[in-house]
């Protein structure tokens, strides 16, 4: 896919010798670093535009997601490093001890594994007891990025060229590939492997192998321990050739103005419902999210001065649920380093086989209070994976002077 040369009107012009030249002579000249500052600047001005009311922290907070989103981009694009024939760790990510991005759960970590889908890999190792769950991560990015221009103007270009936007074609629950002895050995690819071998099918967009692994007691449980290879010859440079640096800055300013986008548009639309939790799942695979094995439901909590937010739900049979409250760009306000500040299975208190969690601004002396802080307004998601079936939860405003210890 393309559209940058390829709408020259020749084939010769679209052809990837042309683009390789076009890419190399941007890097060279000074374009490709300028167009890339030109995407960063249209990323500040969703930072200016949607932070509700101009609140000075919302726009220190906003400015700062973007610094932290930068660095993400620089960390998986520009630094971006598939792997050769020797093997080496498929690396856990864990949540930082505040912030994340796009309600980050704190019982999880993520596996970021770039990939190339031209080559094979073989995955290999110990499935461990914690529940992971793997997708192929398939983003819209043009065969010839890098070798055009978006500038100021990317964002009208987004529906075409978003790194954040990901299809996850195929996903798996690790432990359904693993051997009864909890051992893993599959081989990434987009050709059938053929027989003999457990199979996980990339496609043509896939750029990274992307897991997710969720704890019901990070203490007691084993996260998986996997090492991968590529299966398949090919050059592998130190640093990226000229043409392949000026495709990489494209791609990660294009990351980071999709996640600008993509979140605030999410978070716009969740403030038309306020102090409601739902199901938003187009905007939830628009970023790449997994129904298929969770219920998620988003919303966005406003108190008022001696009111609080309960939120109320019979508890179904799941692996593990929690709750959580951000802040207006979707960055976790929980301090879980010492378990404050969100609400889990694990945790939670019940009634009846119900659960009642307050957010309040001071303590209620309720059970399951979740402390905004000094805060008073956010984003706030619940999720419960593979739940035996899908859960009704009730949001209300309600006098803090009308809350019971229950």
Same mark, same amino acid.
């Given at each position: ?5 390829h709408?020259?009107?020749?084939d ?15 890097? &060279?000249?000074?374009?490709a670093?300028? =167009?890339?500052c030109d995407t960063?600047?249209a990323?500040? &001005?969703?930072?200016?535009r ?7 922290? =919302?726009?220190?907070e ?7 989103m930068?660095a ?7 630094? &971006?490093?598939t792997?050769?024939?020797?093997? &080496?760790?498929?690396?856990l ?12 759960s ?11 889908f031209r080559y094979r890999?073989?995955v ?10 793997l997708?192929?991560w398939s983003?819209?990015v043009?065969?010839d990025?890098?070798?055009?221009? +978006? ?11 978003n ?6 074609p195929?996903?798996?629950v690790l432990?359904d590939?693993a051997?009864?002895?909890g051992?893993?050995?599959?081989v ?10 457990v199979?996980?099918p990339?496609v043509?967009e896939?750029?990274?192998l ?12 084993? /996260? ?9 010859d090919?050059?592998q440079?130190?640093? /990226?050739?000229?043409d392949?640096?000026a495709?990489?800055l494209?791609?990660?300013a294009? +990351?980071?103005?999709?996640l600008?986008?993509?979140?605030a ?5 969740l403030?038309?419902?306020?102090n409601?939790?739902?199901l938003?799942?187009?905007?939830y ?5 997994s ?5 998620? +439901?988003f ?6 001065p001696?009111?609080?937010?309960v939120?109320?739900?019979d508890?179904?049979d ?5 709750f959580q409250?951000?802040?207006h ?15 889990d299975?694990?945790?939670a ?8 969690i307050?957010?309040?601004?001071? =303590?209620p ?8 802080g000094?805060? =008073?307004?956010?984003v706030?998601? +619940? ?15 309600v006098?803090?002077a ?5």
């Amino acid at each position: 896919m393309g559209f940058g040369l390829h709408d020259a009107g020749s084939d010769e012009a679209g052809s990837p010798d042309a683009v390789a030249a076009e890419r190399a002579a941007r890097l &060279r000249d000074g374009r490709a670093w300028a =167009d890339f500052c030109d995407t960063l600047k249209a990323a500040g &001005r969703i930072v200016e535009r949607e932070a509700p009311g101009g609140d000075p922290r =919302d726009l220190v907070e906003g400015y700062r997601y973007l610094t932290r989103m930068t660095a993400m981009a620089g960390a998986r694009v520009i630094e &971006r490093r598939t792997p050769a024939a020797t093997p &080496r760790p498929v690396r856990l990510i864990p949540p930082p001890v505040r912030g994340g991005q796009g309600v980050q759960s704190p019982n999880q970590d993520h596996i970021v594994q770039p990939v190339d889908f031209r080559y094979r890999y073989r995955v290999t190792g110990a499935a461990g007891d914690a529940y992971t769950h793997l997708s192929a991560w398939s983003p819209p990015v043009p065969d010839d990025a890098g070798a055009f221009g +978006l500038g100021l103007d990317a964002e009208v270009f987004l529906d075409r060229f978003n790194p954040n936007r990901a299809r996850t074609p195929h996903s798996f629950v690790l432990s359904d590939l693993a051997l009864p002895d909890g051992t893993v050995d599959f081989v990434l690819s987009v050709g059938d492997p053929g027989p003999g071998e457990v199979w996980f099918p990339m496609v043509a967009e896939t750029r990274e192998l992307m897991g997710r692994v969720v704890y019901e007691d990070r203490a007691a449980q084993s /996260p998986p321990r996997l090492m991968i290879r590529c299966l398949d010859d090919h050059p592998q440079p130190a640093a /990226p050739e000229p043409d392949d640096m000026a495709a990489r800055l494209a791609v990660a300013a294009q +990351l980071v103005l999709g996640l600008q986008s993509d979140y605030a548009g999410w978070t716009r639309d969740l403030m038309s419902r306020p102090n409601q939790l739902g199901l938003t799942q187009e905007w939830y695979e628009r970023i790449g999210g997994s129904p298929d094995d969770r219920h998620f +439901l988003f919303g966005y909590w406003q108190l008022r001065p001696g009111r609080a937010l309960v939120v109320e739900f019979d508890e179904p049979d799941c692996r593990h649920w929690n709750f959580q409250l951000c802040n207006h760009w979707m960055e976790n306000l929980a301090d879980y380093a010492r378990g404050r500040g969100y609400v889990d299975r694990q945790n939670a208190a019940r009634s009846g086989g119900r659960v009642r969690i307050v957010v309040a601004g001071s =303590d209620p002396g309720a059970a399951n209070w979740v402390d905004p802080g000094d805060r =008073d307004h956010g984003v706030m998601g +619940l999720r419960f994976v593979q739940p035996a079936a899908s859960v009704e939860v009730a949001c209300e405003l309600v006098p803090l002077a009308d809350l019971s210890p229950g």
